[in-house]
């Protein structure tokens, strides 16, 4: 049965009723909201089990690896004593700085930190694999098992190379338990990598600009693992025949009975995660009032292994004949979430003209989009960021940031009650709710937290 501390089904459609007669295609949201947080509930929790992975190859020599010894231990300095945590670093050598076991006084965490120094070339697999595997023999115990990767280069050294096949273990091992999330650094490091090893390995994915650029997407994370309350969510969907189902974010799927399962970020307390669908409707099946379209069904565990009950959701719609269909307002929040995702295939497809150096397309395409998305704040301050890196054609800065931004707006995390006309530059939700206009550069950053 469930009850007020499990999550909730939201099913909107774009218009309220179905156009009478006619074969459509019909945009719904889907969203999973997490109950607000109780004050007064005190519970224990599993542990978390993290492993810190730093590159300290030659090119993160000075400020790079200070900002990066920084940032991991903002992340020590935040967990139980009864956590577990490990410190890998790794140049063209995989060195264990500290064995995963319980954090205990920090002691042993900090003078392990106090010895990172920089070194040689990368060999980012090694590095991986060696957090990741610290993590393995306990992941059934944690409330989260997490490797947390910091590179500001490529994968070229070590027992692999291979981008695919990195991606491809990472989705194994969080499979097994542990997951995987990446933050680059720099112009220079593979993003496709990095964002594939956070897609395949069910964690998340950030970059900085520099290294100043670290603190803010570390604290992020760490305030996201601290309040999570629903973990491996799977969003389960099905459509009476003759009505087919398309997913518009870039969730991985699956088939069950042909129809999507697809897997949804975890949650956290107060916080939704939501995904836009189409439906392909024949034109017999508008021809009858309440008729059922979707039903929605999600799985999942708290983060102290509990199974989550959550109740069905399902979407019937009245027929309306053509003219009083076009007199229906289109949900306002339906609109915005489809902005997002367009604008993101934007960026994807300006990022590919970036590759070929093809920069006048690149400015008709933004030029175009922000006409296209006038009523949206968010991605009118996402195209204006991108608009002044196409205006000075770096391809690197333009690429990553086309990527990252990309990818934040069709998996992106939100605010239950989110307040559409807010501009990215407001700082008022949770850290992992916030809207940035940059995904490569500090916005909130109080730079007085943390020791400089």
Sequence with gaps: MPTNTDPL???????????RGMAQTLPVLVRIQAPDPDPGRQTERKPYHLSLVIDRSGSMSGEPLVEAVRCARYIVDRLAATDRASIVVFDDKVNILAEAAPVGDRKRLHTALAQVR?????????????????????????ALARVILLSDGNANAGETTAPDVI???????????????TYGLGHHFNEDLMVD??????????????AADLFEPFGQEFDLIANLHARHVRLSLAAPQGVAIRLLNDYPTEERDGFPLIRLPDIPWGAEAWA???????????????????????????????PIACQDAALALEVVPPQAWEALLADALVLARQAE????????????????????????????????????????????????????????????????????????????????????????????????????????????????
């Design 167 to 181: 991606a491809g273990l990472c989705g194994e091992a969080a499979a097994r338990g542990v997951t995987t999330s």
């Design 197 to 210: 090893m956070g897609k395949h390995g069910a964690g998340n994915q950030y970059y900085g600009e520099t």
């Design 276 to 306: 836009l669908i189409e439906l392909e409707i024949p034109a017999d099946l508008a021809m009858e009032a309440g008729v059922q379209l979707l039903q929605a069904a999600v799985s999942g565990a708290t983060v102290d292994g509990t």
């Design 9 to 19: 089904i939201l099913i909107t459609p774009l218009k309220p009723a179905l156009i």
């Design 118 to 142: 920089s070194g040689g070339t990368t060999n980012l697999h090694g590095g991986w694999k060696a957090g990741m595997e610290s993590l393995l023999p306990s992941a059934h115990e944690a």
């Design 341 to 452: 995702l367009e604008a993101g295939k934007l960026l994807g497809q300006a990022r590919a003209a970036a590759e070929h150096g093809d920069w006048a397309t690149i400015q008709r395409m933004i030029a175009a989009a922000q006409q296209r998305f006038a009523d949206h704040p968010w991605v009118q301050e996402i195209l204006a960021e991108m608009a002044a890196l196409a205006a000075v054609r770096d391809s690197a800065r333009f690429r990553k940031e086309a990527l990252y931004s990309s990818r934040n707006m069709g998996r992106r995390l939100a605010a239950k009650a989110e307040r559409l006309a807010e501009l990215a530059s407001d700082d008022s939700e949770a850290s992992y709710l916030r809207r940035k206009r940059a995904q490569g550069r500090a916005q909130f950053t109080d730079r007085s937290d943390g020791d400089r």
